[in-house]
């Protein structure tokens, strides 16, 4: 998502390059990148995946390429309507383009029409689910499902699933796909870490038992647990230097003072602070597969590292004990 505003094409080659050196094959964008989010940099992210596949072409089927469809909110992305039916078949048309490719892995909804309890909303009082019209949101779940069944049928995309979604979500689009012999959602991405574990245990059981994949974003809560924002600090081209849409509602005292331990029992085992957290998130019964980021080659061989270093119950042990001592500080 850091492609095309903080990433150039040369860079992004470079990092597509090493991630498939290193057995990565999924690859995750949106319609709506690079962020933060902007008329000027919407759909770059899909572009520069398309020209590198534009100069390999015949290494397509190494690739499992997912994308979203953008929901409600932003003006330039279709007048800032919800998620239809129409939207979905336009949208999807669209990102085939910019990613150069006749078909897409897996499509999914970024963000649902209505409001959910993600990015910073998880509080009790923030929201309100007894405003919404719950016979309304189906019918457009059942459109929306109709529109991926169209596109599935078309061989323009093989798999649905969602984003930033909730229990309720998944289950009624479940229900909705049985009901009708429809398309059924396979995966859902929420943002999940050791700062923002919500998702456990509930949504996480039900996802296992319903054989919906979870997909963690930010594992590293927006490169906060790499340690690099302590106490205020704003790396030169760090990407909280960037403006934020949602503004840095993760930047609270007590997140900090988290951060802070959990560095200390990544050096006290001889992990790099990010290194800790994905390893952790990635030891998570449920968790299918985690989604990272970087911004330059050697964040993601860093990254990648992270996932031949199992946890020892003694490290786990260490991360509980912060953990226990803050369960939800942002």
């Given at each position: 998502m850091t492609w095309g505003l903080q990433n150039t094409q040369q860079q992004a080659d470079q990092q597509i390059e090493y991630a498939l050196s290193q057995g990565i094959n999924f690859i995750d964008t949106a319609e709506m990148y690079a962020v933060p989010p902007s008329p000027e940099t919407y759909g770059k992210t899909e572009e520069i995946i398309?020209?590198?596949?534009?100069?390999?072409?015949?290494?397509?089927?190494?690739?499992?390429i997912a994308t979203k469809i953008a929901g409600a909110g932003l003006p330039w992305v279709r007048g800032g309507?919800?998620?239809?039916?129409?939207?979905?078949?336009?949208?999807?048309?669209?990102?085939?383009?910019?990613?150069?490719?006749?078909?897409?892995?897996?499509?999914?909804?970024?963000w649902p029409n209505r409001t959910t309890p993600h990015f910073g909303k998880h509080f009790p009082g923030h929201i309100s689910f007894s405003d919404i019209d719950?016979?309304?949101?189906?019918?457009?779940?059942?459109?929306?499902?109709?529109?991926?069944?169209?596109?599935?049928?078309?061989?323009?995309?093989?798999?649905?699933?969602l984003s930033d979604d909730t229990t309720?979500?998944?289950?009624?689009?479940?229900k909705l796909s049985e009901k009708h012999d429809l398309p059924r959602m396979v995966s859902i991405q929420n943002e999940f870490s050791l700062l923002h574990a919500k998702d456990w245990p509930y949504l996480i059981e039900n996802c296992v038992h319903e054989d919906v994949a979870y997909l963690p974003w930010s594992p590293l809560a927006a490169g906060m647990l790499s340690g690099k924002y302590i106490d205020g600090a704003r790396p030169a081209g760090s990407r909280w230097?960037?403006?934020?849409?949602?503004?840095?509602?993760?930047?609270?005292?007590?997140?900090?003072?988290?951060?802070?331990?959990?560095?200390e029992v990544a050096k006290t085992h001889g992990f790099t602070p990010s290194q800790l957290a994905l390893a952790w998130c990635n030891q998570v019964d449920g968790v299918t597969s985690t989604i990272i980021g970087a911004t330059n080659l050697d964040q993601l061989k860093e990254n990648v590292a992270a996932f031949s270093k199992p946890l020892s119950e003694e490290v786990l042990a260490d991360i509980n004990t912060v953990f226990r001592r803050y369960p939800v500080p942002y």
């Open positions: 398309g020209d590198w596949l534009s100069r390999n072409p015949q290494r397509r089927g190494e690739l499992i309507g919800p998620i239809t039916g129409e939207a979905v078949i336009a949208a999807v048309d669209a990102s085939l383009k910019r990613l150069n490719t006749d078909y897409i892995d897996l499509y999914q909804l970024h719950r016979q309304k949101h189906e019918n457009q779940m059942l459109e929306i499902l109709q529109a991926l069944a169209s596109c599935i049928k078309a061989g323009k995309i093989r798999h649905c699933g309720w979500g998944i289950n009624t689009y479940l230097t960037y403006m934020q849409r949602k503004g840095i509602f993760r930047d609270t005292e007590i997140a900090n003072s988290a951060v802070k331990e959990y560095v």
